[in-house]
């Protein structure tokens, strides 16, 4: 397969599927609390694309990378902030490896956890740290980056800027949103999707979107609003398996891949271009959803 760039792929109205969930997967695959995901792209490689071998073949069109903590802000914690050329070049090339030139590889990149209005960080320790990234991801292979769960629209504006001005990677930008009890949506920060949705056009973003936080069901508001917002640009959806519930101790997502696939259709209709999943999804999700959309 000849890669086109993403966008000029949906601009026949072609609708395209990304994966699900990969923190649930490698719990499952024995990820203990308080262990380093992303080093598992060194130590357990083999686990990892596993992970994304099964996107790929429940019908994913693209797959994530295991680097969603890949910034020297996360892996500090773990005492890795010096590994992360190697930690995210190794994610990369899994998923480049798993998908081959089948499909596209859009490398995870998510927020530092450090906030610019408490004076945790400059804007230029985010910019270098998310250049450093977005640079290793390209070098794995990645074919663009899913700037991902963003709440803060400085924050995400960075993370493009430094992804455009270092890199040739096409770029997607998601927010998470929660409902209000006036019915309306916004972000941790008190973002809207409109103003996320502008914000990450203007910084250079190619692909807008949401993920987390949300069930198809009360993303399709979201993605309207994004679509109203930024009429030509490409949404991306990653929805969570409904909003989780807490049974026995654990966190139990409730939709089953034939909830979501009864649902997919109408988030389409809102306006998204390409449909994936977040937390509690499976690559079942995936086949089902994309079942559902392509007949």
């Known amino acids: 397969?000849?890669?086109?760039?993403?966008?000029?792929?949906?601009?026949?109205?072609?609708?395209?599927?990304?994966?699900?969930?990969?923190?649930?997967?490698?719990?499952?695959?024995?990820?203990?609390?308080?262990?380093?995901?992303?080093?598992?792209?060194?130590?357990?490689?083999?686990?990892?694309?596993d992970i994304a071998k099964s996107y790929i073949d429940?019908?994913?069109?693209?797959?994530?990378?295991?680097?969603?903590?890949?910034?020297?802000?996360?892996?500090?914690?773990?005492?890795?902030?010096?590994?992360?050329?190697q930690i995210n070049e190794a994610a990369a090339r899994i998923s480049r490896e798993a998908i081959k030139d089948n499909g596209w590889v859009i490398a995870s990149i998510g927020p530092t956890g450090k906030l610019l209005i408490m004076g945790d960080v400059t804007k230029d320790d985010l910019y270098n740290a998310f250049k450093d990234q977005a640079v290793a991801l390209e070098k794995g292979g990645a074919d663009a980056v899913c700037i991902e769960t963003m709440t803060d629209i400085d924050e995400a504006?960075?993370?493009?800027?430094?992804?455009?001005?270092n890199t040739n990677l096409e770029i997607i930008c998601t927010f998470t949103f929660d409902r209000t009890v006036n019915g309306d949506y916004r972000s941790m920060m008190g973002v809207s999707p409109t103003d996320a949705a502008i914000a990450c056009v203007e910084a250079g973003?190619?692909?807008?979107?949401t993920n987390c936080g949300n069930g198809i069901a009360g993303m399709i508001d979201i993605v309207k609003e994004m679509r109203a917002a930024t009429p030509e640009?490409?949404?991306?959806?990653?929805?969570?398996?409904?909003?989780?519930?807490?049974?026995?101790?654990?966190?139990?997502?409730?939709?089953?891949?034939e909830d979501m696939a009864k649902q997919v259709n109408a988030i389409?209709?809102?306006?998204?271009?390409?449909?994936?999943?977040?937390?509690?999804?499976?690559?079942?999700?995936?086949a089902a959803m994309k079942k559902a959309v392509l007949g």
């Not at 990820?31 to 995901?37: D, I, Q, S, V």
Request: glycine fraction near 12%; charge should be negative; proline fraction near 5%.
């Open 58 to 85: 429940a019908g994913a069109d693209m797959v994530e990378t295991n680097s969603f903590g890949g910034t020297s802000f996360k892996l500090e914690h773990y005492n890795l902030e010096d590994k992360v050329a």
């Open 268 to 286: 389409i209709e809102a306006g998204a271009n390409i449909v994936g999943g977040c937390c509690g999804t499976s690559p079942a999700h995936i």
């Open 233 to 257: 640009t490409p949404i991306l959806f990653h929805a969570n398996a409904g909003l989780p519930q807490n049974i026995d101790g654990k966190d139990v997502f409730p939709e089953t891949p």
């Open 157 to 165: 504006t960075l993370a493009i800027k430094a992804t455009k001005e």
């Open 1 to 49: 397969m000849n890669r086109n760039r993403i966008t000029d792929t949906l601009k026949n109205g072609k609708i395209l599927f990304s994966d699900g969930a990969w923190g649930t997967f490698l719990q499952q695959k024995g990820l203990k609390p308080g262990e380093c995901p992303e080093l598992w792209c060194i130590d357990r490689a083999s686990d990892v694309l």
């Open 205 to 209: 973003a190619d692909i807008v979107g």
